[in-house]
């Protein structure tokens, strides 16, 4: 168990520039979250993946906000024309649907650090 | 919809000490499951716990405790004999079951910053 990476750690950008943040999750789990966690604040929700399949978005998942899980296995998340209320910490995670005994819990990743400027 | 209450923004103890962060939850749900995870200055959040809304048994793990209660909606978190490196920020988290029954999404609370002092 490797753990979920995610990549890059920390990412500065200028305002209006794009930018993509990737996530490998635990080999054998079958869904991905994103989440985003602002200063002094949870984490929020903004999509999930079961395999390739996106199942739910957020309404902070504005259409700036893509994801994707190719062939099920890492996800990229695409932020574009970014603005300075994007300045947060993405955070992915992953976990195993099972069908009895609740599934495994989600397990987080280091996150990525954005700052907007 | 879900929401978790911590309303202990910041705790600060001496070493030794023991103590509990709270949790308060609301759901419309039945079957739900509750879960702590600890944040270290690093930034990664570190399972502690998960509890399904079925089972109410307390559970001791090592120096962690977790007192589970329908009748008020809580889910308290107590360290016994704190040490140093117990500081983080911990949050409480609670997540509807899906149609199989899984846990997925997470609803979190704000977080409760727990600094233990040598």
């Known amino acids: 168990d490797t753990g979920v990476s995610q990549n890059p750690r920390h990412k500065i950008t200028k305002r209006g520039q794009n930018v993509t943040f990737r996530c490998d999750p635990i080999?054998?789990?079958?869904?991905l979250y994103w989440y985003r966690q602002t200063l002094g604040q949870g984490p929020e929700f903004l999509t999930y993946f079961q395999n390739e399949a996106q199942l739910e978005k957020s309404r902070l998942l504005s259409d700036r906000f893509s994801a994707e899980r190719p062939k099920g296995s890492f996800s990229t998340l695409e932020i574009q024309r970014t603005e300075q209320g994007d300045s947060a910490m993405y955070l992915c995670?992953?976990?195993?649907?099972?069908?009895?005994?609740?599934?495994?819990?989600?397990?987080f990743g280091n996150g990525t650090r954005l700052t907007v400027t | 919809a879900q929401k978790v209450t911590q309303a202990q923004t910041e705790i600060s103890v001496v070493e030794k000490e023991d103590v509990t962060l709270d949790c308060v939850y609301e759901t419309r749900d039945t079957t739900y499951y509750l879960f702590w995870y600890k944040q270290p200055p690093s930034g990664e959040l570190v399972f502690l716990i998960r509890r399904n809304s079925f089972d109410e048994q307390n559970e001791i793990s090592g120096r962690y405790s977790w007192n589970f209660q329908k009748s008020t909606s809580s889910f308290n978190f107590t360290i016994t004999a704190s040490q140093v490196v117990d500081s983080a920020v911990y949050f409480c988290?609670?997540?509807?079951?899906?149609?199989?029954?899984?846990?997925?999404?997470?609803?979190f609370g704000k977080g409760t910053l727990l600094t233990v002092n040598p």
């Open positions: 988290a609670l997540s509807e079951a899906n149609s199989g029954g899984s846990n997925y999404k997470l609803t």
């Open positions: 995670a992953s976990s195993l649907a099972a069908g009895t005994g609740g599934g495994s819990p989600l397990h």
């Open positions: 080999s054998e789990h079958n869904r």
